[in-house]
Each structure stands twice: as C-alpha cells, then as structure tokens.
C-alpha cells in the first residue's frame, strides 16, 4: 500500500518568505508526527497530532513555526519569515496510534533550503 | 527532558566482524524503537522493543532492552558492506506522546 508522501520533495526559498510543507500520512493511521533534521544531526521533534488535535505544541522552535492537520488526513507545516537556520529536512511520519506499541512510518521528507 | 544518547557516533569495520552499537536514556520508559536510515533517505523502521529483557533479530542485526539499565543495544553479527548506513535509537514518553532520537551511529562497513 501507499506509504507516508510528503511534498515538495526540495524547497528553495529566500530569508524572510513562508513556506508550507505537505504530509499525507498512510490511510487510517491516526497520529502523525513531524520532525526536523539537521545535517548531519539526528531527529529534533516538532509536534504529534492525534487525529486532527495537536495536545502538544512545545517542541516548534518558535511562533514561526504552525502545523495544522485535517481530521485524519493531510498535514502542513508552516513556517513564516523564514531563516537560514531553518535549512534542513523536515521529516512527517505516521502510526495507528499516539506514542503506544505502534512503530512509526516516515515519509522521505522535504529539504528545505533558505538563501 | 528525556535525553538520549548513542555511541559510538561513527563506527567503522570490516566485514565479517561483530560489533554492538549502545543507547542508553535517561528517564524511565519500556518502549525503545530502533531505526535506519541510509544517506538522503528517510528513516526505516527496525525494531521495536516494548519490555524490559526485549530480544529481536533480523537477519544480521539483534537488539534487545534493558529498562532497569535504560540501556539497549543494537548488535551486529558479522557485518556486510550492505550494513552500512547511519542508525538511530528512539525513546518515547507515552504520557508526553514525544519521540526522544538519538544522535545516531553511523556505520561504514569496509568491504
């Protein structure tokens, strides 16, 4: 079956201007989880959604940062005014349930780049 | 905040040779989740560990969970080029509904 997509698979985009970045999660799966990497780093999480609500949103970096999620479905990830300590990929991943005995899926991430 | 650390952080090898990559965390929790992920890849899933004395293993790769110790390992039994790639651990608090990962081991097997 279809797995987790995410797109753009590679944003270029200048200081200062916003950004969306889209997740389709697998069909079905109620919780979805959006991370940020580094290069070279490992995974920094941002926010869980449990079905469309986000319980817990003290892992954005800052106000810049907003996600929002429709019902079980699509999620994005905004980030206004960009800064070039933004750069990095941006990984969603999915699961059949919040945190519990169910592995998550990740999607191939969006690198975001900002000149 | 629930830290977690693996090492060694860059490990190189030869083929046919054992070796266990260590993570240990640093608050109580009985689910561990180890992943892969080879370069400009996203993340696989590998194991997932759901009680203290854990063991799994596929094929070339066992990990098992200490959760009196905080403490998993991810051993690797006679290793193939294939092998290599950068692997990370995972922690989660399931009250908080957040995934802590590691910094990742990233592994080179010589062939």
Redesign the interface.
């Known amino acids: 079956g279809a797995g987790v997509s995410q797109s753009p698979s590679n944003k270029v985009t200048e200081k200062g201007k916003d950004v969306e970045l889209r997740c389709d999660p697998i069909s079905g799966h109620t919780a979805l ?1 959006w ?1 940020r990497q580094r290069l070279g ?5 941002l926010i ?1 959604f ?1 079905g469309n609500s986000a ?2 949103k003290s ?1 954005l970096p800052s106000d810049r940062f907003s996600a929002e999620r429709t019902g079980e479905s699509v999620s994005t990830l905004t980030i206004q005014r960009t800064q070039q300590e933004d750069s990095a990929v941006y ?1 969603c ?1 999915s699961s059949l349930t ?4 169910y ?7 969006t690198r975001l780049t900002v000149t | 905040e629930l830290k977690v650390e693996q090492n060694p952080l860059f490990l190189s090898m030869q083929e046919g040779k054992n070796y266990t990559i260590y993570c240990n965390y640093s608050t109580t929790s009985d689910r561990l989740y180890w992943y892969r992920q080879d370069p400009g890849k996203s993340l696989e899933s590998l194991f997932v560990l759901l009680s203290n004395g854990a063991v799994k293993q596929e094929g070339r790769l066992m990990a098992s969970l200490d959760t009196k110790a905080r403490l998993s390992t991810l051993h690797i039994t006679a290793a193939v080029h294939d092998l290599s790639a950068t692997y990370f651990c995972a922690v989660d608090l399931y009250n908080f509904n957040k995934f802590y990962f590691g910094s990742g081991t990233k592994l080179n097997v010589k062939p």
């Open positions: 989880y991370y780093q490992g995974l920094e999480f869980y449990q319980p817990d892992g990984l991943a919040r945190g519990g005995a592995e998550q899926y990740f999607g191939p991430g």
